[in-house]
């Protein structure tokens, strides 16, 4: 079954994976690795590190950050779609349940009595509030923040409406059955129609990733030995230096996977956070290419 982190949880995965990011971020001063680094200066009193070993260590840092919270927030996307998946069932239950004579707090503590899926568990909390004496608003609204879907606060809404003006309660809850499976629908819809975009993201990047490889390894290493070999001005050797254009591609190819990533994640998801994984999926692929590859 699908479990969640709160929010109190999520931030104190958050506290404790930015602390460990900067661990390993710290680590090439003190080791003292930045000391032994190569450096070209591209300005009078600008120098440059060209060496992508020491900027590993602050992606590895970035990606040892991201693993946790990453993980937390796909949880708790399985957990909220797993809810929203199963709302049209629900108030087709509670129309049912109407149609034979119960009221919605009767119908509610019913149902919650069914399963263990994530809806279920969510209803059994509502129910144990109403037992308790609070309000229906109330308990839903609970619901509703825990959850914290559009969806969810939609459906809620309605039904606190619903019993607060009366009327045929049978008939608004089949209209919100209806209602909440074409959302559902156009949800999965969205999700297909959008799926060619990531792809589109992640190609860029690979396409990236291989041009770099290529102009480092083939182009700017032959051109610089050839350079080299005839003699050439200093300042042209360090501009065709090729762990130059390597770092330089490897911080573009971060960039990418930064940007790409979290742009992912709100095509995918609707939020930015969903792309974390995308995130680290596309850093864990440049760190492969420019640590073995190139």
């Avoid at 619903?162 to 629908?185: C, H, Q, Y």
């Avoid at 032959?222 to 050439?232: E, R, V």
Wanted: hydrophobic fraction near 50%.
């Amino acid at each position: 079954m699908p479990v969640r982190f709160t929010k109190k949880q999520i931030e104190l995965i958050l506290a404790i994976s930015i602390a460990l990011g900067l661990l390993f971020a710290i680590i090439p001063f003190a080791i003292g690795y930045h000391t032994k680094v190569k450096t070209v200066t591209i300005a009078p009193g600008i120098s440059f590190i060209v060496d992508v070993v020491f900027y590993d260590f602050f992606v590895v840092g970035l990606i040892v950050a991201l693993i946790p919270s990453s993980m937390a927030e796909y949880i708790n996307y399985k957990w909220r779609k797993s809810i929203e998946k199963r709302l049209p069932h629900l108030f087709r239950d509670l129309a049912e349940a109407s149609h034979s004579g119960m009221t919605i707090f009767q119908a509610i503590e019913e149902i919650s009595r069914r399963g263990s899926d994530p809806l279920t568990e969510e209803l059994r909390r509502v129910s144990i509030q109403l037992s308790l004496g609070a309000s229906l608003e109330e308990a839903l609204d609970s619901m509703a923040r825990r959850v914290n879907t559009p969806m969810v606060r939609r459906c809620v809404q309605m039904i606190t409406q619903t019993s607060k003006g009366g009327g045929k309660v049978t008939e608004v809850l089949d209209t919100i059955a209806e209602f909440t499976s074409a959302l559902v629908s156009f949800e999965d819809e969205r999700a297909t129609l959008m799926r060619p975009y990531v792809w589109i993201i992640y190609t860029a990047l690979i396409i990236l990733l291989a041009i770099s490889a290529m102009m480092t390894k083939l182009l700017i290493g032959t051109l610089s030995a050839m350079i080299t070999a005839l003699g050439a001005p200093e300042g042209l050797t360090i501009y065709l230096d090729p762990d130059f254009f390597k770092t330089v591609f490897f911080h573009a190819a971060v960039i990418e996977s930064i940007i790409g990533g979290l742009m992912v994640g709100k095509i995918s998801t609707g939020t930015a956070y969903g792309g974390f994984k995308h995130v680290l999926i596309m850093l864990i692929m440049t760190l492969i290419t420019f640590n073995f590859l190139v």
